[in-house]
């Protein structure tokens, strides 16, 4: 997982369990974690022969100390002990170099969360991060991008992506294309075409549609909600991007507000159902599938 939020322990360590509490569901579960955010790029230079090397705090000078540095730790979802583990991530952007890191690391699927950061306002680790995360969709590995983590897949195959005047909070229906009302990860989670609705905070927005990718959905106030890559062939990869948060759990959003890690505007504009469990469940059997 390419771990964006660390800063935020409900948005981030939370929102992160949120996304493998289906998997757990499923399977044992390892989750490697990587903040190219926070790591120097020298630390990048350790990673040798042994692909998986844990990261350290002296890694890490641009930590934010908002939330205490831990380089492993251990959370029960679902019945099982999943490990968290952070690891050094390779800080060029090679992207043939990246694919055989990824390889080496014998990965089930791949994960960008969301951040406080932006794509519109570029900043210099991004781009090794969009190698990896361009390496990971083109290879076959079930990969998710969600809000930042789209943005980022999107930019990185091609699309624009443009700033707004404000941030858009709330709960939006999706407007599912032709593709995308019989698409695997959106809808299999639903019958008989029911609404499928997603939670969105955002103020960047992808505004084109990369070549090699399929748009899926488009929403009132966006109109690249979500995508689907595509090979060089043309046929579908298990790789999305959704502009939405599926991992906002009402829990995690409560807290979250009883924190004062959001505004009472954004908490109130969160009210309502969506259908980010499903989704993330819908994502779960698809690793699996892939996996087995």
């Not at 930019?155 to 599912?176: F, M, T, V, Y």
Request: glycine share 8%; proline share 3%; net charge negative.
């Amino acid at each position: 997982m390419i771990d964006l939020l660390v800063e935020r322990a409900e948005f981030g360590h939370g929102g992160n369990q949120e996304v493998i509490r289906p998997m757990a569901a499923l399977s044992d579960v390892e989750v490697l974690l990587i903040t190219p955010q926070m790591q120097s790029f020298e630390a990048g230079s350790k990673i040798q022969s042994n692909a998986d090397v844990q990261l350290e705090e002296i890694d890490v000078p641009n930590w934010d100390n908002e939330y205490d540095f831990w380089g492993q730790t251990e959370v029960e979802l679902e019945g099982r002990k999943i490990n968290f583990k952070r690891i050094i991530m390779p800080m060029h952007e090679n992207e043939n170099k990246m694919n055989d890191w990824l390889k080496q690391l014998d990965l089930d699927a791949v994960v960008c969360s969301g951040s406080r950061r932006n794509v519109s306002i570029w900043e210099k680790w991004m781009g090794p991060t969009e190698t990896m995360f361009r390496a990971a969709a083109k290879s076959g590995t079930p990969t998710l991008g969600i809000c930042f983590g789209h943005q980022l897949l999107c930019h990185s195959l091609g699309a624009n992506i443009e700033r707004a005047d404000k941030l858009s909070s709330g709960i939006w229906s999706l407007e599912l294309t032709e593709k995308g009302k019989s698409d695997t990860l959106l809808t299999t989670h639903k019958q008989n075409n029911e609404e499928i609705s997603g939670l969105f905070s955002h103020q960047d927005h992808v505004v084109s549609i990369p070549d090699n990718c399929t748009l899926l959905s488009r929403t009132s106030h966006n109109l690249v909600t979500a995508v689907r890559v595509n090979n060089e062939s043309g046929d579908p990869m298990p790789a999305w991007g959704i502009q939405f948060h599926p991992e906002a759990a009402r829990k995690r959003i409560e807290r979250a507000y009883g924190w004062g890690h959001i505004s009472e505007e954004e908490y109130n504009s969160f009210r309502g159902e969506h259908d980010g469990a499903g989704i993330l469940t819908s994502f779960a059997k698809i690793v699996m599938e892939e996996s087995s």
